[in-house]
């Protein structure tokens, strides 16, 4: 019995140190490319000039740590998806030219993922504007950073927080002149400028993301990826400011905001009568305004009946 109880005990030390050996060989592995992509500059042995040479990094290929590690795809290598070739070091110039993985080479046609529709969603981003007019240049890693990404929407209960992460994707372009050029190939039109209509730009900016009133809402999507071209982009009011409101089609759909709405949370957002047009009214004024309907009637009627006898 003594003997059985050992060699359980080694067999789950051995299992546990050979896991804890591959995870630090996957770290291994991830900190030598790190060595680099996390600072602002590399170095490398120029073998030309004979001599160890600095350069700056290109910030598009410096990767924040913090976020790496909070990503969806932390737990996977480098090489996962980028080419076995970069463990060579340094990496040869035509490597840049690479085609990269997209979210289906993965996740198309898994069952393990069909509740997250990405079938679906790539049927829907090609009907958005950004596909008609970049077609295969603009892929889902131009919003969605496979190295950062984290489904917030789907995790997070905290609104102002879903709103934040899911416009730090828009702007990420729309806010900057060089990233935006360099897809468009033209200058940036300023945001707020463009959306100076917008009473308290400020307030909707921080409480509502850019995709509700630029998107088409599908029931059938957590988050709907067909973007509108500006022109068909929504600016009616009541469309949100309503008992109805389109918010509950979208932003306040998720299972773990509905959990919240139970508690009256969210209702009570959406339903104040500061918040629906034409609810937020002063009873006062009501009767007032009845009253002088009433009398102003009062008084057409009166009149139609003294030219009708004067007539006579």
């Known amino acids: 019995m003594n003997n059985r109880f050992i060699s359980l005990i080694l067999i789950l030390f051995l299992g546990t140190f050979q896991h804890s050996n591959a995870q630090s060989y996957e770290n291994a592995k ?30 598009y290929f410096i990767l924040d740590t913090v976020a790496l590690v909070a990503g969806v795809h932390k737990q996977f290598d480098c090489t996962d998806c980028h080419s076995g070739e970069y463990a060579t070091y340094p990496h040869q110039s035509n490597l840049k030219l690479e085609p990269l993985s997209s979210c289906l ?41 496979q190295h950062t990404y984290i489904a917030t929407a789907r995790t997070s209960s905290n609104v102002l927080e879903i709103v ?10 729309h806010n900057d002149m060089k990233r935006y050029k360099m897809v468009s190939g033209h200058d940036n039109p300023k945001l707020i400028q463009i959306h100076d209509w917008l009473p308290n730009e400020e ?12 998107t088409e809402v ?8 067909n973007i509108l071209s500006k022109d068909k982009a929504l600016r009616k009011c009541v469309e949100c400011h309503s008992a109805n409101s389109r918010l509950k089609a979208s932003l306040y759909k998720y299972q773990n905001l509905q959990k919240r709405a139970e508690k009256d949370d969210i209702n009570t957002v959406l339903a104040n009568e500061s918040y629906i047009i034409g609810s937020h009214q002063s ?10 309907f009433l009398i102003s009637l009062l008084g057409i009627i009166v009149h139609s009946i003294f030219r009708i006898i004067k007539k006579k």
């Open 30 to 59: 991830h900190h030598q490319c790190l060595k680099c992509h996390s600072n602002q500059t590399y170095s490398f042995y120029n073998s030309v000039k004979e001599k160890e040479e600095k350069r700056l990094m290109n910030p």
């Open 105 to 145: 080479d993965c996740h198309g046609g898994d069952a393990s993922f069909a509740s997250y529709q990405f079938e679906k969603i790539e049927e829907e981003f090609k009907k958005s504007v950004h596909y008609k007019v970049y077609g295969e240049n603009f892929t889902c890693s131009k919003c969605h950073s």
């Open 164 to 173: 934040g992460y899911s416009n730090k994707m828009c702007l990420l372009c």
């Open 203 to 214: 307030l909707h900016f921080s409480h509502v993301r850019c995709i509700e009133c630029h």
């Open 218 to 225: 599908i029931d059938s999507l957590m988050v709907s990826h």
């Open 283 to 292: 009873p006062i004024l009501q009767l007032l305004s009845v009253i002088i």
